[in-house]
């Protein structure tokens, strides 16, 4: 038996996908764009998310909002600005991926 989502399974929904620029992220968002759901783009590399959101535009027609933020050097108050920035497009969030991370010791 192989299982196949309806192409409408995340309509209406609203996602935040954090460490969407590349690698699981990025392929998550892909697809629960492509299931009908508004992703919301977050992540480090600001031309890595353009594309992301580019590519989104081209293949479901609707322009994803995307924010740059590095989750591993931000402030609380950098994280609140964005948060803001979020709730002024967004009226609810239905989902998040916290995806976001490095393994291994940080740099710093």
């Not at 590349?22 to 783009?41: C, K, N, Q, S």
């Not at 977050?42 to 890595?48: C, P, S, T, V, Y």
């Not at 050097?73 to 964005?82: D, L, P």
Request: with cysteine; glycine share 8%.
């Amino acid at each position: 038996m192989h299982y196949q989502p309806k192409q409408d399974l995340l309509q209406n929904r609203i996602i935040l996908v954090t460490g969407a620029s590349d690698g699981i992220g990025r392929e998550a968002a892909l697809t629960y764009a492509r299931y009908g759901a508004t992703v919301i783009l977050l992540g480090r590399n600001e031309e890595k998310l353009r594309r992301v959101a580019q590519h989104i535009a081209d293949e479901q027609h609707v322009q994803p909002q995307w924010f740059t933020l590095d989750l591993l050097t931000c402030t609380a108050e950098e994280c609140r600005q964005v948060a803001d920035r979020i709730a002024a497009h967004y009226p609810r969030l239905d989902g998040v991926l916290h995806n976001a991370g490095l393994l291994g010791k940080s740099a710093q």
